[in-house]
Each structure stands twice: as structure tokens, then as C-alpha cells.
């Protein structure tokens, strides 16, 4: 789910990869820089308009998280119905088709591995930090 201002900080964070020398100063400011990010969407989440409205943009939020698995799976769908009535399609394109939801599977897989590695990271940061009082 990528919100509109995203793009914005993950282009600071990559500044800040090349500006900030010290690895673990550069992991605290894109640690800084991704909690800034979940704090705005979570203001925008508990912004109070009229029910329906709330209502509308959380089942948005919700299908927008679910488009891709739910596209991938339609495609290789297709592609079982296009083998099933033999519907010709150039072979490329077909292994496309064919290989988008395993793909998307994968995918997946490495996104929450990488996930699980950056809150490993976030970890260490926050117990290397000293606490000021």
C-alpha cells in the first residue's frame, strides 16, 4: 500500500544513504524516517469525517492491500482457461500468465523476510540507543 507522500520519504531515506557515512546512523535516520511514515498513516486512518466516508477509505486501504494477490491469481486463472480452451496466446506471454501467482508467492516470501531483517535491525538500534531523561 503506498500512500501518496511515500515516494518522499523513500527518497530522504536514500539521501540519507548516501549523505550519513555511519551505518548504524544511517539504519536510526531510515528507522526515524519509516516510523514518521506509519505515524502519518496512521493520523490519516484515525482522521474523523463522516461515518461513511471513514467506512469508505478503510475498505479502500483494505482492497488496496489485496489487489495484487487477488490480480496475480485471476491471471494464472485465465491462464488454466486459456490451456482448458486451448485459447492461443504467444508462449511468452503465456508463461507470464502461468507463473503470476507462484511468482507473486515469492515474492511475498522475500518481502517478509526483508521485513523481518529490517525489525531485527530496528531492534538493535533501539536497544543501542541510551536513554536521556
Do not use: C
Not at 557515512?21 to 484515525?46: G, H, P, V
Not at 485465465?78 to 504467444?90: C, E, M, P, S, V
Not at 507463473?99 to 526483508?114: D, E, L, Q, T, Y
Amino acid at each position: 500500500m503506498a500512500l501518496p507522500y511515500e515516494s518522499v520519504i523513500n527518497g530522504l531515506i536514500g539521501l540519507g544513504s548516501e549523505w550519513i557515512t555511519d551505518k548504524d546512523k544511517q539504519i536510526e535516520f531510515a528507522y526515524k524516517m519509516r516510523e514518521l511514515n506509519f505515524k502519518i498513516a496512521e493520523s490519516l486512518l484515525r482522521t474523523q469525517t463522516v461515518p461513511w466516508v471513514d467506512a469508505t477509505v478503510k475498505i479502500i486501504y483494505a482492497l488496496v492491500a489485496l489487489m495484487r494477490p487477488i490480480g496475480t491469481a485471476l491471471m494464472t486463472a485465465f491462464g488454466l482457461y486459456a490451456h482448458y480452451k486451448q485459447i492461443q496466446i504467444d508462449p511468452a506471454v503465456h508463461a507470464a500468465i502461468d507463473g503470476a501467482f507462484p511468482a507473486w508467492g515469492v515474492s511475498r516470501h522475500m518481502n517478509k523476510k526483508k521485513e523481518q531483517e529490517e525489525q531485527t535491525k530496528r531492534e538493535r538500534i533501539k536497544s543501542n540507543i541510551p536513554e536521556y531523561e
